[in-house]
């Protein structure tokens, strides 16, 4: 009984490789009527084998299972060995030809695959499904937007500015033996401030400056510029206003709501500092990497809305609304990126010296720095009336984050890769004037 079965076996695999064999060469009905046959044959035979091997002594379930094993051995090879050969024949090793030959060779197949293609590509090109996509792709995009830059390893570790710490003093800090008066009272005696009718006509955080001090003002940041363009800078005036995905660019929505004034109806942000614009001008450009570093320098005014602990000063002009700015960014390869960092706030530096006016440079901790930025620099100067340093200047690299946004990459002989963007404050007016209300030891 077992060895009927076996026959059985044997006879379908035969039968199945010759199906294999003809598998091209013979029309559709008898190659599935020979396939199915072979099949059959096999399949019942193997149930005949295990009913029989239940029945069957030890001695001669070992023969069954060597039958079986054997059998199954010759078919694969056989049919492997037969299908390879004639594949190879017929398609020269063409994958894609190969599965053109089954799905033509097979109607039900290619019937299948054409209605369930048609199916997937309504499903995706349906208005529900773009709908959707957008709708995930924003989300995605809003949440990663949120993700803080890595501080670079040097940066020290704080809750916020109480844990800056001073790197180096350019200077000696000098205090007068006489009282100073306050800068505000200083300028209305030289007729050059006018915060009262600036109150009547665009509110707090304004002003006029008027005769010698606004003069003073524009002489400044005319100094400011022509220092920078002999560092080899080139001078830039940008536009005053930006799109948001500018603006969502180069700062954190949480930056953007502290800083940025919205123009009501309009898909455009009045700057806070002209790095926003500056930076955006390289929006989805490759830059080639023989050009690298760009080194610009940019004038323009500033607005800011000034919310936090910080405020709006109520009678001078250190922290107002509107200001302006000689600023400096360059655009460079990642490993330049922290020697330019040391150049810029240097050049800072240099400049206030160049004034007599004493600095310091305070490395800014971790918790004192904005979401994109790597490592960053505030320099101060003296005031000598409040016995203490005040910021006139933020170095910052923020490494790829900015570029990364907007997509400002560089192209070189190894292909395309991210540029580093770094930007610093040259000169702040009219905080800058405060410079001048204040005696320095030369003036002693």
Same mark, same amino acid.
């Given at each position: ?64 299972? $060597? ?14 060995? $037969? ?15 190969? #599965? &053109? ?7 039900? #197949? ?14 995706? &090109? ?33 809750? &916020? ?31 050059? /401030? ?21 003069? $003073? ?27 948001? &995905? ?25 700057? =806070? ?20 570093? #760009? +080194? ?75 979401? $994109? ?21 933020? +170095?910052?690299?923020? =490494? ?5 946004? /907007? ?10 890769? #991210? ?13 800058? +004037? ?11």
């Amino acid at each position: 009984m077992i060895v009927k079965g076996a026959i059985f076996v044997l006879i379908g695999i035969i039968v199945g490789v010759v199906g294999t064999i003809l598998f091209f060469r013979m029309d559709k009905q008898w190659k599935q009527i020979l396939v199915f046959a072979g099949s059959a044959l096999s399949v019942g035979g193997a149930g005949r084998v295990v009913i029989d091997y239940l029945e069957v002594s030890k001695e001669e379930k070992a023969t069954v299972i $060597l039958i079986l094993v054997i059998g199954f051995m010759i078919s694969v090879f056989f049919s492997f060995f $037969l299908l390879t050969r004639l594949l190879k024949e017929q398609t020269g090793n063409n994958v894609i030809r190969v #599965l &053109d030959i089954f799905l033509s060779y097979d109607g039900f #197949l290619r019937d299948y695959y054409e209605s369930r293609k048609k199916e997937i590509d309504k499903l995706i &090109d349906s208005e529900e499904i773009k709908k959707k996509e957008e709708e995930l792709s924003a989300q995605l995009k809003e949440k990663m937007m949120v993700i803080p830059n890595i501080i670079d390893k040097s940066v020290p570790i704080g809750k &916020d500015d109480t844990f800056n710490v001073e790197n180096k003093r350019y200077g000696e800090p000098f205090v007068p033996e006489y009282e100073i008066p306050y800068h505000a009272d200083i300028i209305a005696k030289l007729n050059g /401030l006018d915060k009262e009718s600036a109150g009547r006509t665009s509110g707090n955080g304004f002003y006029y400056l008027l005769g010698d001090v606004a003069r $003073l003002h524009s002489a400044m940041l005319s100094y400011a510029r022509d220092f920078m363009i002999n560092k080899g800078f080139t001078y830039c005036v940008p536009p005053f206003m930006i799109h948001s &995905d500018v603006v969502n660019g180069v700062m954190s929505f949480e930056e953007m709501g502290a800083m940025m004034y919205k123009i009501e109806g309009e898909d455009l942000y009045l700057i =806070g500092t002209s790095e926003h614009s500056m930076i955006g001008r390289f929006k989805d450009q490759i830059i080639p990497e023989k050009t690298l570093p #760009l +080194c610009l320098t940019s004038y323009s005014p500033c607005f800011r809305k000034e919310v936090g602990a910080h405020g709006i000063e109520e009678r001078g002009i250190y922290r107002v609304h509107q200001f302006e700015k000689q600023e400096m960014v360059v655009l460079c390869k990642a490993e330049e990126s922290m020697e330019w960092y040391e150049k810029m706030y240097n050049f800072t530096v240099e400049f206030f010296r160049s004034m007599d006016v004493p600095v310091r440079t305070l490395e800014c901790c971790s918790g004192d720095l904005a979401d $994109l930025k790597v490592k960053s620099c505030d320099v101060e100067a003296w005031s000598p009336r409040q016995k203490k340093y005040f910021e006139v200047g933020s +170095c910052s690299t923020l =490494g790829d984050a900015q570029a990364r946004r /907007l997509s400002i990459r560089a192209k070189g002989s190894e292909g395309t890769y #991210l540029v580093h963007t770094l930007n610093n404050t040259v000169l702040a007016t009219p905080r800058g +004037c405060l410079l001048y209300t204040s005696p320095s030891p030369r003036d002693a």
